[in-house]
């Protein structure tokens, strides 16, 4: 199953992509896009089969994607709107015009998934999903390529050096004539320091 993500804000996106994911469906199945307008290229020369959709975006609003896909792509895929509107009539609108239902934001995992998948198994679509766990929590292999990308640790020896030659600096008042630039390179301060001792 191929889902489409429409929202302008990329923090969203991406929980929402994490949450799909939580769900055991895998990142390739998951279109992330950032317009309505691009969102309507992406539904004309791709297959998708489910679509989320943010109500409010720059330009072209998802109601009106969701009006597009009704009747000019004449398209019989799952809408859901992610929204932050809670008035009944607004709900209403959505509904009227082929939403089959609504996620409130801020998103709430456990009411996400049951959305999905009640939604999924209306249109018999099949979506194998992994027990659920927490939407943020990235997968274990990741968290370990991360580890090896950090730096090894600061010995205590070396961060007592640190805070001794940051605080001569400060005293000397020379801190304050070393640019932002400089500032965040501490092995500069520290050869600095070395030099002029």
């Known amino acids: 199953m ?3 993500v429409t929202d302008d804000s990329k923090t969203m996106r ?18 992330l896009c950032e317009s ?14 489910f679509a989320l959709l943010d109500w ?8 009106d994607v ?3 896909i009704r009747a000019e792509l004449s398209l019989n895929i799952p809408v859901i709107m992610l929204t932050t509107e809670q008035k009944r009539k607004n709900i209403q609108l959505a509904v009227q015009t082929g939403a089959d239902d609504y996620i409130i934001k801020p998103l709430d995992a456990p009411r996400f998934r049951k959305k999905i998948l009640a939604t999924a198994r209306k249109y018999g679509l099949n979506v194998h999903t992994a027990p659920q766990s ?3 929590a990235p997968p274990k292999e990741e968290i370990k390529k991360e580890k090896e990308k950090l730096p090894p640790p600061v010995s205590e020896s070396d961060w007592h050096e640190v805070k001794k030659t940051i605080a001569s600096l400060e005293e000397s008042g020379k801190l304050e ?3 932002d630039e400089d500032a965040e390179d501490v092995e500069t301060l520290m ?3 070395r030099g002029e001792g």
């Open 2 to 4: 191929k889902i489409l």
């Open 14 to 31: 991406y929980l929402v992509q994490q949450n799909l994911r939580a769900m055991g469906i895998p990142a390739e199945n998951i279109v």
């Open 36 to 49: 309505g307008e691009k969102a309507i290229e992406i539904l004309q020369c791709s297959t998708i089969d």
């Open 56 to 63: 409010h975006m720059t330009g072209m609003s998802g109601v």
């Open 66 to 68: 969701l009006k597009k």
């Open 134 to 136: 927490s939407p943020l």
């Open 177 to 179: 004539e070393i640019s």
């Open 191 to 193: 050869e600095d320091e």
